[in-house]
Nanobody
Framework: QVQLVESGGGLVQAGGSLTISCVVS????????MGWYRQGPGKQRELVAA???????NYADSVKGRFVISRDNAKKTMSLQMSRLKPEDTAVYYC??????????????WGQGTKVTVSS
């Protein structure tokens, strides 16, 4: 059974940086897509960054230039380096895995989430 486990969330001041990570356990195929989603208080879950089809990385406009997604296929890990954090980045961040698309990802499996709180 494939599982996704996030870690690294916490409390950070506005303008600060934080890196969150996701580890994939279990037997996986070679070409699965991965990405990061978040759900802020009272908001719907949204795609933050993903490895899209064709080797591209896609970012939500709100995080472009501030967040960097990376992936180590050999170690089956994925990270999200977040810098210049803003209070509006406060959310539970979820690791997702599934089918890559031209613009992002159709997530079929989710982690349990890691909470990121940005104080003003």
């Amino acid at each position: 059974q494939v599982q996704l486990v996030e870690s690294g969330g916490g409390l950070v001041q506005a303008g600060g940086s934080l890196t969150i990570s996701c580890v994939v356990s279990g037997r996986t195929t070679n070409n699965y897509g991965m990405g990061w989603y978040r759900q802020g208080p009272g908001k719907q879950r949204e795609l933050v960054a993903a490895f899209a089809s064709g080797g591209r990385t896609n970012y939500a406009d709100s995080v472009k230039g501030r967040f960097v997604i990376s992936r180590d296929n050999a170690k089956k890990t994925m990270s999200l380096q977040m810098s210049r954090l803003k209070p509006e980045d406060t959310a539970v961040y979820y690791c997702g895995a599934g089918l890559p698309t031209l613009t992002g990802l159709v997530a079929l499996l989710w982690g349990q989430g890691t909470k990121v709180t940005v104080s003003s």
